[in-house]
């Protein structure tokens, strides 16, 4: 069964930290791989999207990282703040998914001031 | 721009009713989804669209059915609520280019009793 697991559940840490979130999914034949943010009572944002054919993606202090091999993809945020307390969720859309994405099931970050 | 603009935000219903959730989209994107968002399990997606007058079923499509008369709207329907179908849902719009993000609407909160 293709599925996405994102370890641990919760995550805190104090403001200024480098942060790595992961991510892992069973099956290498990806099309691409999506990082969101969603805060409480909304919908989800898109952050990242990596193409399968991508190792990495940057935007601002976010950084996303895949590596097919190992089934891994991590989300990097640099010099945390406490704006970026969310849960943040990983998403694949594999090979011949028409489009459909598989989601972990969150990592919900509090950052400390 | 309202993006992905969902009716109602909330709703409380009771066993055997029935309603209708509205998606409503301004990007122009061919597909359009319903997932539903439970504690613990994640998202999990209910039925899609590739395009105006087509659906197709997604992971847990029981209990639900949807329509895509016109390509702006995506509509959900609970012929006969259960409890079951207490969750968070939310509609998502996709562009048919490849490799692009879903954009996500703030969610319905529906509660049966």
């Known amino acids: 069964k293709q599925e996405v697991t994102q370890i641990p559940a919760a995550l805190s840490v104090p403001e200024g930290e480098n942060l790595v979130l992961n991510c892992s999914f069973t099956d290498s034949a990806i099309y691409n791989l999506q990082w969101f943010r969603q805060d409480p009572g909304k919908g989800l944002t898109s952050l990242l999207l990596?193409?399968?054919?991508?190792r990495e993606q940057t935007s601002g202090r976010l950084n996303a990282s895949l590596d097919k091999s190992s089934g891994r993809s991590t989300l990097y945020i640099a010099a945390s703040q406490p704006g970026d307390s969310a849960t943040y969720l990983c998403?694949?859309?594999?090979?011949?998914?028409?489009?459909?994405?598989?989601f972990g099931k969150g990592i919900t970050l509090s950052v400390r001031p | 721009n309202a993006g992905v603009t969902q009716t109602p935000k909330f709703r409380v219903l009771k066993t055997g009713q029935s309603m209708t959730l509205l998606c409503a989209q301004d990007?122009?994107?061919?597909?359009m989804y319903w997932y539903r968002q439970d504690p613990g399990m994640g998202l999990r997606l209910i039925h899609y669209s590739v395009g105006e007058g087509t659906t197709a079923k997604g992971e847990v499509p029981d209990g639900y059915n949807v329509s895509r008369l016109k390509k702006q709207n995506f509509l959900l329907g609970l012929e006969s609520a259960a409890p079951s179908q207490t969750s968070v849902y939310f509609c998502a719009t996709k562009s048919g280019t490849d490799n692009q993000p879903q954009h996500f609407g703030d969610g319905t909160r529906l509660s049966i009793l």
């Open positions: 998403a694949v859309r594999y090979t011949g998914a028409n489009s459909k994405l598989t």
């Open positions: 990007m122009n994107h061919e597909y």
């Open positions: 990596i193409q399968s054919s991508q």
